[in-house]
T-cell receptor
């Protein structure tokens, strides 16, 4: 059982470069989320998706874009990376809306450094 | 507004001590769930427990126990006879805005020394 898989695990970018983080889940979950974790701030929601082809903004969406072309995949894009986006990024998935308040299942995280 | 406060930034204990991690929350919902997650040094997030606001009975799982008190809006987590493997960052979380979205506290870093 792979669960939620994030790629890559580590990445170093230069300011202004772009990149895409991939999240894949094999649990047939409807909902998927991208969070960032910064020291002393817990996890903050960037964007989320409640189904294939849908996305919505979370708490800190600026500077990021997302896409959910397939149910099992949720991509997070940085068009022009900035040092403030240095963080650990977590993807999570959750069961369908009919099973509310179920725990989210998290990937292992991507550590991203922007120089 | 929904809010989760974990006032303890870091706690350091010696192995076998009992330790309690505090979580205070604010919510406008009348029914809700609360969650605890563990983040060990390896970095992944591990789900520990989910509690329903209807049920204020203490929950015990091995050395772990949770005390949920709606009157004080607290959902505290106690580790009995702590072990080095308990060293981790612990997060309390509360659903916000539907679709199972969560708001997390800032986390409490627990260091258990031999």
């Amino acid at each position: 059982n792979a669960g939620v898989t994030q790629t890559p695990k580590f990445r170093v970018l230069k300011t202004g470069q772009s990149m895409t983080l991939l999240c894949a889940q094999d649990m047939n979950h409807e909902y998927m989320y991208w969070y960032r974790q910064d020291p002393g701030m817990g996890l903050r929601l960037i964007h989320y998706s409640v189904g294939e082809g849908t996305t919505a903004k979370g708490e800190v969406p600026d500077g990021y874009n997302v896409s959910r072309l397939k149910k099992q995949n949720f991509l997070l894009g940085l068009e022009s990376a900035a040092p403030s986006q240095t963080s650990v990024y977590f993807c999570a998935s959750s069961p369908p809306w009919t099973v509310i308040n179920q725990p989210q299942h998290f990937g292992d995280g991507t550590r991203l450094s922007i120089l | 507004a929904q809010k989760v406060t974990q006032a303890q930034t870091e706690i350091s204990v010696v192995e076998k001590e009992d330790v309690t991690l505090d979580c205070v929350y604010e919510t406008r919902d009348t029914t809700y769930y609360l969650f605890w997650y563990k983040q060990p040094p390896s970095g992944e997030l591990v789900f520990l427990i989910r509690r329903n606001s209807f049920d204020e009975q203490n929950e015990i799982s091995g050395r772990y126990s949770w005390n949920f008190q709606k009157s004080t809006s607290s959902f505290n987590f106690t580790i009995t006879a702590s072990q080095v493997v308990d060293s981790a960052v612990y997060f309390c979380a509360l659903p916000r805005g539907g679709y199972n979205k969560l708001i997390f506290g800032a986390g409490t870093r627990l260091a258990v020394h031999p």
